[in-house]
C-alpha cells in the first residue's frame, strides 16, 4: 500500500497506472480517471481485489529475485515527478543501479502469451521511461508459479510524445472541469524480437524465387548505371545515346532512364 508521503506526492498528477487510459482510448476509464481528479468520484478501492493484491504480496519476491538474477536494485516505492512536467509522475517498483533504468514487476496468471502481457503494460513501462530520462524500462514477469521472465522495453520517444501532447490536453479538462474528448487509440510500440518461418507463405516464396532469380541482373545494372553516370560530363544536362538518356536536374541529380523514340 501507498504510503501518506507516496500519495500526497501523486495527487493530482498522471502517474504510469492511470495515463494508460489515453493511449488505449478507454472512454470509461477516461471519465473515471477525470471524475478522480476533480474531486467527484473517489479512487477505486483495490484492497478487494485478489490480483492486485497477489501482485503486491508476490513484488517484493520478483524484485529480490531480480536483484539475485540480473543486477543491484535500489529507490523501492520512490516518487518521481517528470522532470519537465508538473502534472506527471510515476512511482517506482525499483531501479537497476547497473542499467540505470526503472524495473517494474508484474504477476500474471499465464493464461495469455508474453507479447500480449507486454503490450498491455506498454503505456505504463514508457511513461516510467520518460519521467525519469532512462532509455529504457525492465519489466520482471511473473507467469502463473513460474520464475519471473525480465524483458526490456524501449524508450519509444514519438510514442511518449503523442502521450504527452494528451497528457497535457487531459489535465487543460480537468483544469476547465469540462469532460474530456475521447481520441482514437494509439498502437503500443512494437518490439521486434520474433523470428518467422515463412517457408510455407505462397506469397512470399513465390517472391522469394524472383529476387533470387532475377537478383544478378539487378546488380549488373546497378553497375552499369554508375558507370554511366560517371561518363556524364560535368556541365551536361542531357546526354543520350545507344537506347537510354540521362537528364541533370537543378539539384545536381543525375536520372538514367530508357530514351524515348
Request: proline letters at 6%; aromatic letters at 6%; hydrophobic letters at 40%.
Amino acid at each position: 500500500m501507498l504510503t501518506p508521503e507516496q500519495q500526497a506526492l501523486r495527487k493530482g498528477r498522471l502517474t504510469a497506472s492511470r495515463i494508460g487510459v489515453l493511449m488505449t482510448a478507454d472512454s470509461a476509464g477516461i471519465l473515471k480517471l477525470y471524475k478522480e481528479l476533480i474531486g467527484e468520484e473517489e479512487p477505486e478501492d483495490l484492497s478487494q481485489v485478489w490480483a492486485v493484491q497477489l501482485g503486491t504480496a508476490t513484488e517484493p519476491l520478483n524484485l529480490s529475485w531480480y536483484a539475485m538474477k540480473v543486477n543491484p536494485v535500489s529507490r523501492r516505492g520512490e516518487v518521481v515527478v517528470h522532470p519537465d512536467y508538473d502534472w506527471g509522475a510515476c512511482t517506482l517498483d525499483a531501479w537497476d543501479d547497473v542499467l540505470g533504468c526503472c524495473v517494474e514487476a508484474k504477476h500474471c496468471s499465464g493464461r495469455e502469451p508474453l507479447p500480449v502481457i507486454i503490450e498491455r503494460y506498454q503505456p505504463q513501462c514508457q511513461w516510467l521511461a520518460s519521467c525519469t530520462r532512462a532509455s529504457q524500462t525492465a519489466i520482471s514477469i511473473i507467469i502463473g508459479v513460474s520464475a519471473p521472465i525480465v524483458e526490456y522495453i524501449p524508450f519509444d520517444p514519438e510514442y511518449c510524445a503523442e502521450m504527452i501532447r494528451r497528457g497535457e490536453q487531459f489535465m487543460a479538462a480537468v483544469k476547465a472541469r469540462r469532460v474530456p474528448v475521447a481520441l482514437d487509440p494509439v498502437a503500443a510500440p512494437i518490439i521486434a524480437e520474433m523470428t518467422y518461418d515463412m517457408a510455407s507463405n505462397n506469397v512470399w516464396a513465390d517472391s522469394a524465387a524472383e529476387w533470387l532469380a532475377t537478383r544478378p541482373f539487378a546488380d549488373r545494372c546497378e553497375a552499369a548505371s554508375k558507370i554511366l553516370k560517371a561518363a556524364v560530363p560535368a556541365d551536361a544536362k542531357k546526354a543520350h545515346g545507344c537506347g537510354v538518356q540521362i537528364t541533370r536536374d537543378r539539384s545536381n541529380r543525375l536520372s538514367l532512364r530508357e530514351a524515348r523514340t
